[in-house]
């Protein structure tokens, strides 16, 4: 098992990645509609119906390591503890039973993303990747986390001995991984499962050390950002653990998309939000027509030249732009200049914290998606604050600034699947 012991295979002055391949644990059974049944989205976009839903659809469905449900004892304290140990004991059962099987022996992994709706596919490798030292600039967070759900994923990693789920990072692009990648391809994918959203998940299983080593060795002249997985990846370096399962694809053509997160704030009624608001914003109450809100939102989002913030109750909708010196001076003058001008920032500490007076964790409901924050608007009697996404070289530049984006900034996609591939600790 790896540990917090010194490892030669990670160096802890790395600066640049250290990829390895790893022995992995998968489902027995690999057919597309079994591997449909019993995997899931990342443990972050699983709402509480969804969870029931995927824990319904199969007996072995991942779900029920990711986010173990344990009812509650007399001492809530332990209510974590006995999650974690339930989760545990269920993989520890499927190893047993032979549900899960591991790999006979280490590999790297291609992976491939294929949405339907035309959007360039993402590549990439999965791989055990050493977790660098404090201080280390091989990996890059650019979002704050929060400390009660690092310590849960801590909790289940120590557990579990097990990363049951990919972290994603977008690496520097170099130029001799292109065509290592696509030689890798060479055949019918290993495990192949199209999600409910449509997106094609392939990957190859890659042994041959001719294909392995330059990809190792072209990946050690890289370092990467954190695009998804940062409250895994701190719960990993506070573990201990010398490495981390992690989906490592290039910034730029062949990685990820960038798409925003937006904000829900419950108990505001939309005037009274608006009002607090013109006190550093110009106020703009948009014409809808006949479009639903939802529509003018997703437009208004995916158009370069647009602008500002949008409010809605979920029935009306309103711009707020050209933030005054009251917003401006909330953003603290010594961050970087990368950090200071994206509207997440401006959202974040110049509208919520100090025009409408919420606190950021515990007066925020964080929404995926548009139609999520517009229901949610009208649900709780609240507005939902509909933002634009970073670009992937603003997510960059942060990073590299050693600054961190608020929580929950962005939402990089697609996704890796989780349960199609485990890495346990003593691979």
Do not use: C
Not at 105 to 113: D, E, K, N, S
Not at 132 to 137: D, F, I, L, V, W
Not at 193 to 209: C, K, Q, Y
Not at 387 to 399: C, E, G, M, T
């Amino acid at each position: 098992m790896l540990s917090s012991s010194a490892d030669p295979a990670y160096p802890a002055a790395a600066t640049g990645l250290e990829v390895r391949p790893f022995r992995a644990l998968v489902y027995r059974r690999r057919d597309p509609g079994h591997l449909a049944r019993v995997s899931s989205p990342a443990y972050d976009l699983v709402t509480p119906e969804g969870r029931d839903r995927l824990a319904a659809a199969d007996p072995h469905n991942i779900v029920r390591l990711i986010l173990p449900r344990v009812a509650s004892g007399p001492d809530g304290a332990d209510a974590l503890h006995r999650a974690v140990a339930e989760a545990a004991g269920t993989l520890r059962d499927w190893e047993r039973t032979g549900v899960l099987e591991r790999d006979a022996g280490p590999a790297l992994w291609v992976y491939t993303l294929r949405p339907s709706d035309g959007a360039p596919e993402t590549v990439g490798w999965l791989a055990a990747v050493g977790v660098p030292a404090a201080g280390s600039r091989a990996v890059l967070p650019h979002e704050d986390t929060f400390p009660g759900a690092v310590e849960g994923r801590r909790a289940l990693l120590a557990a579990t001995a097990t990363d049951l789920e990919p972290i994603v990072l977008a690496h520097d692009p170099h130029p001799g991984l292109p065509a290592l990648t696509a030689a890798a391809q060479d055949g019918a994918p290993t495990l192949e499962v199209t999600d409910a959203d449509g997106v094609r998940h392939a990957l190859w299983r890659v042994t041959d050390p001719v294909l392995t080593g330059p990809v190792t060795a072209a990946l050690a002249e890289t370092g990467a950002v954190i695009a998804d997985g940062h409250h895994r990846f701190a719960a990993a370096r506070a573990h201990g653990a010398r490495a981390v399962l992690a989906l490592v694809t290039p910034m730029g053509p062949g990685g990820l998309q960038v798409q925003p997160i937006h904000r829900l704030v419950p108990d505001l009624v939309l005037d009274e939000a608006l009002a607090a608001a013109s006190a550093g914003f110009r106020v703009t109450e948009l014409p809808q027509g006949s479009e639903a809100v939802a529509e003018v939102v997703r437009r208004w989002i995916a158009d370069p030249l647009e602008s500002g913030l949008l409010v809605s109750d979920g029935a009306r909708l309103v711009r707020l732009g050209s933030p005054t010196g009251k917003v401006l001076d909330a953003v603290p003058r010594e961050a970087p200049g990368a950090w200071r001008g994206l509207d997440v920032v401006l959202a974040h500490h110049g509208l919520v914290q100090r025009l409408w007076s919420r606190d950021s964790d515990d007066g925020v409901v964080i929404a995926h998606g548009v139609e999520e924050a517009l229901d949610g608007a009208r649900r709780r009697s609240g507005v939902a604050l509909l933002l634009r996404a970073p670009s992937p070289a603003d997510v960059a530049a942060v990073a590299r600034a050693n600054a961190r984006m608020p929580r929950k900034s962005t939402l990089f996609v697609p996704k890796p699947r989780t349960g199609l591939v485990l890495r346990p600790h003593d691979d």
